[in-house]
């Protein structure tokens, strides 16, 4: 992993960023209006913004003067593999005892 890139989970792992992850998965937003929905400073708002994008989970764009974010889809993709394979995998493990279990019980 790159020195400047930051686990998705981790990333997520604050609660902080997980509203902010949440606000904008419903749009993109600049950070005061992050600020104005969240108990923390502009300034920790654009902290935890700089992490979520290390994490490659967010990206942003300049409009006039101030940064607008969104999700970055790439990085939620990326996230979403891994959820789909972890289901999976559980899926997987759920069916073989089910199945284990059927064949004791006969």
Not at 47 to 56: E, G, M, W, Y
Not at 67 to 88: E, I, M
Request: glycine letters at 4%; charged letters at 30%.
């Amino acid at each position: 992993m790159d020195d400047d890139r930051l686990d998705a989970w981790s990333a997520l792992g604050d609660q902080t960023r997980r509203a902010i992850f949440q606000r904008l998965a419903d749009r993109p937003q600049a950070v005061g209006e992050l600020a104005r929905e969240l108990p923390v400073s502009r300034p920790a708002v654009s902290q935890h913004l700089k992490i979520l994008k290390r994490a490659r989970l967010v990206v942003d764009r300049a409009e006039g003067t101030r940064r607008v974010y969104q999700l970055d889809p790439h990085g939620v993709a990326a996230l979403r593999a891994q959820v789909d394979r972890f289901w999976t995998q559980a899926l997987a493990a759920y069916k073989q005892v089910a199945e284990n279990s059927m064949e004791e019980g006969r």
